[in-house]
């Protein structure tokens, strides 16, 4: 089978890979020089869009209307936009060996790509109840949600269990994105997670509060503390029932699952140097392997603000990552260099009519603040978080430092006085 090289090659077509195939035409990249390898169908697009409008009754999302990069208000890139720009968009294409010794990838169908400078943008695969051996875990309608293969079987559930049950295994984002839209569909929905509230990585239990009191509102069923340990099916092999741990059967005729991800690291185990569960890289997105770069779900980097080596699996990072990325190559062979990576970390989700924003870091003392109330109209709220407020901590967005003996914007008291930083102050105010 005939081989085919190129300059630069974008292993993975997701998000990543299209944000990163931009950078390239904005840097200049000459026809011909640059491939994306992807085992999707179909060109980068925004990948969020799959557990949200694309699974809407109404106002649904379809492709060509998603393609990167129109989720951060960019240029859509439709397929024919790789064209023009001379890309080689290799789909349907799965790598199944990667040599970075020899610089060569394999695709399941046996071509072989040669490549100069690889940016590995793989992202991550869905974990399944059957790695952990749940009984019954392979019947028919156990749903997860990857790619847009995977969003098109659930459209097509949806349609055909019209009125029916769906359980979702799961309280992470995706759980309760994808329980909202089911729900929008006219699904009798539970949700069932084994910890005391929903997105426990992310939300206090105030936050967590107003969702499930919202989402109960909305004739969701929450069914925490306990786990999905098998699966009861008809003569078809579809699923029927849910067994829950703690004695609970519960009928079903959909069954979702979103209890996280792995990043798809596998094809370079041994070749390059991994950390946190993914592939380690510096702030420039380079790998352990000269010539190979790491970018989205799958690099583990350094967060600077944070002084920590760490993986992000959200859209923004992917995003900035690969374009971070692609400038760094295109500096280099220009013998410049480019500052550091810098990031912020930045997640969102969108469920029912409701939409949140997180930025920074979720360690330490947390102040809720605003009308969490799920069945006030005027719900809003935030809550922001406290870490080593002995030092500087930000009380309506001015900095204090109890050093400094700066005072209270509330209540005046000098960060010296003797009621600053005590239980009562703390209780009325925000100084803490
Ligand atoms: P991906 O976008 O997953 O792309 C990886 C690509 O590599 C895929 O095309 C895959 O097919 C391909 N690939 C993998 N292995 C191979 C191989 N061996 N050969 C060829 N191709 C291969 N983040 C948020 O911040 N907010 C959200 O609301 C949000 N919603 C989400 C909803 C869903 C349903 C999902 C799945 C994720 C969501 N995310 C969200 C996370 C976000 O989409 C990911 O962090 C982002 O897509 C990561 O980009 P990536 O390019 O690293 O990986």
């Known amino acids: 089978m005939a081989e085919k090289a190129f300059k630069y090659v974008i292993l993975g077509g997701g998000v990543a890979a299209g944000y990163a195939a931009r950078e390239f035409a904005n840097q200049g990249v000459n026809p011909g020089e640059l491939a994306i390898l992807s085992k999707e169908a179909v060109a980068p697009y925004e990948r969020p869009a799959l557990s949200k409008a694309y699974l809407f009754p109404e106002g649904t999302a379809r492709l ?14 439709l397929p024919e936009w790789y064209t023009e720009k001379g890309i080689s968009l290799i789909l349907n294409t799965e790598v199944v060996k990667a040599d970075l010794a020899s610089k060569t990838l394999t695709s399941a169908a046996g071509e072989t790509f040669k490549y100069q400078i690889l940016i590995i943008a793989t992202g991550s695969t869905t974990i399944r109840l059957s790695d952990f051996g749940v009984q019954g875990a392979d019947a028919k309608n156990i749903f997860y949600l990857r790619e ?3 969003a098109d079987k659930l459209v097509e559930v949806i349609k055909a269990k019209k009125n029916g049950k769906a359980l979702v295994v799961g309280g ?19 949700m069932v997670y084994p910890e005391p509230w929903c ?18 509102n909305k ?10 340990t098998g699966f009861g099916t008809n003569e078809n092999g579809e699923v029927t029932d849910v067994k829950l741990k703690d004695g609970r059967v519960m009928e079903a005729d959909i069954v979702v699952v979103g209890v996280g991800g792995r990043p798809l690291t596998k094809l370079f185990k041994g070749q390059v140097e991994e950390e946190k569960g993914g592939i380690k890289t510096d702030g420039f ?11 989205g779900d799958v690099a583990t980097f350094p967060m600077k603000l944070y002084n920590e080596m760490r993986r992000v699996e959200h859209v923004d990072h992917a995003r900035k990552s690969a374009e971070q990325a692609v400038k760094a190559i295109f500096t280099s062979e220009q013998g410049n260099s480019i500052e550091e990576y810098d990031y912020l970390p930045y997640f969102y989700s969108r469920a029912f009519d409701l939409s949140w924003q997180f930025y920074g870091d979720n360690v330490g003392d947390s102040v809720f603040f605003g009308d969490g109330n799920p069945t006030s109209p005027t719900h809003k709220f935030g809550s922001y978080w406290i870490k080593d407020w002995e030092g500087r901590w930000c009380i309506f967005g001015e900095w204090y430092s109890r050093r400094k003996q700066g005072n209270c914007q509330s209540c005046k008291g000098s960060a010296s006085s003797p009621q600053f930083g005590s239980a009562s102050h703390r209780g009325r ?3 803490l």
């Open 64 to 77: 060509p209307g998603f393609h990167v990069c129109v989720g951060s208000g960019g240029e859509r890139l």
């Open 148 to 150: 847009i293969d995977d």
């Open 172 to 190: 992470g984002y995706i759980g309760l994105e994808l329980s909202a839209a089911l729900r929008i569909n006219n699904i009798d929905v539970s």
């Open 199 to 216: 997105m426990p990585r992310l939300f206090t239990a105030d936050l967590a509060g107003f969702y499930e009191g919202y989402y109960a």
């Open 219 to 228: 004739g969701i069923k929450i069914i925490k503390g306990t786990v999905a």
């Open 285 to 295: 997105f380079k790998t352990s392997v000269p010539d190979v770069y790491a970018v």
């Open 429 to 431: 105010h925000l100084c």
